[in-house]
């Protein structure tokens, strides 16, 4: 027998209803925690009131739905199935000729639904909420200024901040070359603790070593003055090489669709961009994870006696497999990107296991 088109939407509705009050309540409690955490970490800024607090800890919001998602999904079927069993509606079910498979295809198909529109649609606007939100972190809780920006296509921007003032840096075009940037193109303003203009640098070719700007070909334009040539400039900073590859965009700041053109830019100037590589095939292989758990929970929560049930012991089994999954994903992620295991295989492995081993517990239910 078949599943009727409206046992599916019944399923599916409820499946929906407790995915989404599971995610409220999990999104509330990493809301009051964050905002705690905020007001700690700025507890020696007095001027930083609990308004901005509480707005960053809203821009933060989107991006930690991504994270938990995964275990919003585990427990919303998990419920729904404990519903089913509990009304006696999965016993009706399965005396019908319904078999644990044609039940399970609503949860699997929204799970996916909601894996795509997460990815495609939730995952930009966080991106864009967590720049505004790391924006705010450097001037309401860190108080200092982002060192690197590297949009796409933009060429590099510096931003170096001392008492005197700050200085902002920007080359067309980078490339890495052994432990030194190589710059095309710079051009340097420096600006007094006002953020008025001080004076302009112009130079064809630059390098940023250990302590050191060098440029060569400089042209120095200070107002009210005579512009002014030098062959060779060196300028001292703070800046490292080091400092620029651990403060570059990170892979939570650019959004899905972002990320691809970010990634061919950001190697075609020498740099590394494994980690972004892995993230983005994490992000395409997530609805997979999801409906994985969906089986995981099927797996846990299925029973052919129900009668023999254990729901309390299931529940804390199947939610100890999701914190596993979790573990193991941060490992392979980690693997994949001291480039240990192939990208591949780092992304798309937790998925993977996840599957094979839920519908490796529901094949012994069913079949078994």
């Known amino acids: 027998m ?3 088109s409206t046992m599916a939407v019944y399923i599916g509705r409820h499946f929906l209803f407790s995915l989404f009050a599971t995610l409220l309540v999990i999104m509330g409690l990493i809301l009051l925690f964050d905002t705690v955490e905020l007001m700690r970490r700025a507890a020696a800024r007095p001027d930083t009131g609990l308004d901005v607090l509480l707005g960053m800890a809203l821009l933060k919001l989107p991006n930690m739905l991504h994270k938990v998602l995964p275990f919003g999904v585990m427990i919303a079927a998990l419920v729904v199935l404990w519903r089913l069993s509990r009304s006696h509606e999965l016993t009706v079910l399965r005396a019908a000729g319904v ?30 909420m967590y720049r505004s939100y790391e924006r705010m972190e450097d001037t309401f809780v860190r108080r200092q200024g982002g060192t690197l920006s590297l949009p796409a296509g933009g060429g590099l921007w510096l931003r170096e901040a001392d008492g005197d003032g700050h200085t902002v840096v920007h080359a067309a075009h980078v490339r890495q070359e052994a432990f030194q940037l190589a710059m095309r193109e710079v051009t ?24 050191l700007i060098r440029l060569e070909q400089a042209w120095v334009l200070t107002p009210g003055q005579p512009a002014e040539q030098f062959e060779r400039l060196e300028l001292s900073t703070t800046l490292t090489l080091a400092k620029v590859q651990e403060n570059f965009a990170s892979p939570e700041t650019l959004s899905f669709w972002e990320l691809p053109d970010f990634i061919r830019f950001y190697e075609a100037s020498g740099f590394s961009a494994q980690q972004h590589r892995v993230y983005w095939h994490g992000l395409i292989a997530s609805p997979m994870l999801l409906c994985a758990l969906v089986l995981v929970a099927a797996g846990f ?32 992620f980690a693997l994949g990107l001291s480039e240990t295991l192939p990208l591949a295989l780092a992304a798309w492995s937790p998925a993977l296991v996840t599957a094979l081993f839920g519908m490796t517990l529901l094949f012994h239910l069913e079949d078994g």
């Open 188 to 211: 340097i303003f420096e600006l007094d603790d006002k953020d008025r203009f001080e004076r302009r640098i112009e130079a064809r070719l630059g390098t940023l070593d250990d302590g």
């Open 99 to 128: 078999s644990a498979w044609q039940f399970l295809v609503p949860p699997l198909v929204l799970a996916l639904l909601v894996g795509v529109v997460d990815i495609t649609a939730v995952n930009p606007l966080a991106a864009t």
């Open 301 to 332: 929560a299925l029973n052919v006696n129900q009668r023999t049930g254990n729901w309390l012991l299931r529940m804390v089994l199947a939610l100890g497999t999701g914190f596993l999954v979790y573990f193991f994903s941060e490992v392979t």
């Open 2 to 4: 078949r599943l009727s």
